[in-house]
């Protein structure tokens, strides 16, 4: 193990002096000051069992923009040790050499790979912790999660002789297979989530663009632009009026790689109003539907 550390030191050395292999068009600059630490989490505790394969080799558009270290494999493989101080080096080396959280493609590799979590570009905060949200989990493009935010997956039966995991949860030594469900959660682009929020297992789809308030509970899907709160979580309004929403989710701004979207800097900080016909990236993006 000391010698992997020693390796792992090396190399960095060597690396940082290196370019790293860019799959956007993004600059380091674009992080300064914003990105924070990525720790482990419980990850020993929640992560699946080892060998499970990625969900995809290749870097696809969800994850267009990301940074990619010549280390990336090394460190992928080396996260598989569940050594902690070796995961915690592997995770620190990932975001100095892929320019932190919104860029960083090793951590989202190993998300998926050991936690069956998805992340993509541009999405920061509890998301990328390993072991904060369980498996099953897809996050969207540009996705801002708070901290202690909480998703839960599945429920422990209620119709049973006993609520105890015994009865459901293999891991814990009395089962062959685990009996209960653990249900997808799939969090749209463009999603905020507030500070201490719960997703629970009735919720199976967070709709894009759409905003969960502090503290809410949400009990049941959330549609795409609406706003909620509360517990259980309610509707308070939408974002936009139904016209605009249709053009935004045509438009699929979030493809682009925040380069080419911080291009229009005026316009994606001025309030979009009821005709936002205005902005480039719905003009621009608007497909053949445009307005007539
Ligand atoms: C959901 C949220 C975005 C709404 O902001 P807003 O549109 O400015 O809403 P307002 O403050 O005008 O409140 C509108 C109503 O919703 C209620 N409300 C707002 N946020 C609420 C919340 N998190 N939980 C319960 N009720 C909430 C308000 O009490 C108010 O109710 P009223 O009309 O009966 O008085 C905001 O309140 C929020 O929760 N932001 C999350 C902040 C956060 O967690 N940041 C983490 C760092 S990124």
Same mark, same amino acid.
């Given at each position: ?81 569940? =050594? ?27 998300? !998926? ?5 998805? =992340? ?15 498996? %099953? ?17 599945? %429920? ?22 685990? %009996? ?41 899907? =959330? !549609? ?18 139904? !016209? ?16 080419? =979207?911080? !291009? ?22 608007? %497909? ?5």
């Amino acid at each position: 193990m000391a010698a992997v550390e020693r390796y792992l030191t090396g190399v960095l050395a060597v690396e940082s002096s290196e370019e790293t292999m860019s799959t956007g068009r993004l600059t380091s600059g674009d992080t300064e000051g914003l990105v924070g630490p990525v720790h482990d989490g419980n990850a020993s505790a929640e992560a699946p069992p080892h060998g499970v394969d990625e969900p995809r080799g290749q870097v696809t558009w969800h994850e267009k923009g990301l940074k990619q270290s010549r280390l990336s494999d090394l460190l992928v493989k080396a996260y598989g040790f569940q =050594v902690h101080w070796l995961r915690q080096r592997c995770l620190k080396l990932a975001l100095r050499l892929e320019d932190g959280q919104f860029h960083s493609a090793t951590i989202r590799r190993i998300l !998926a790979r050991y936690y069956r979590v998805r =992340v993509g570009a541009y999405s920061y905060g509890d998301c990328l912790v390993p072991g904060a949200f369980p498996e %099953n989990v897809s996050v969207g493009r540009y996705v801002s999660v708070a901290m202690g935010v909480r998703i839960i997956r599945r %429920n422990h039966p209620t119709d049973c002789l006993s609520t105890h995991p015994f009865f459901f949860n293999s891991r814990l030594g009395y089962l062959k297979a685990d %009996n209960l469900p653990v249900r997808h959660l799939e969090i749209g682009h463009d999603v905020w989530i507030g500070t201490g929020a719960v997703v629970t297992p009735g919720c199976s789809r967070i709709g894009i663009g759409a905003i969960i308030g502090a503290g809410a509970i949400v009990t049941r899907d =959330v !549609a795409d632009f609406a706003i909620v709160v509360g517990n259980p979580a309610k509707a308070l309004r939408y974002r936009f009026p139904e !016209a605009v929403r249709g053009l935004i989710l045509k438009s699929r701004w979030w493809e682009l790689p925040a380069g080419e =979207v911080a !291009a229009f800097m005026a316009q994606m900080t001025r309030p979009l109003g009821d005709d936002p016909w205005w902005h480039p990236l719905l003009a621009k993006c608007g %497909n053949a539907a445009g307005k007539n």
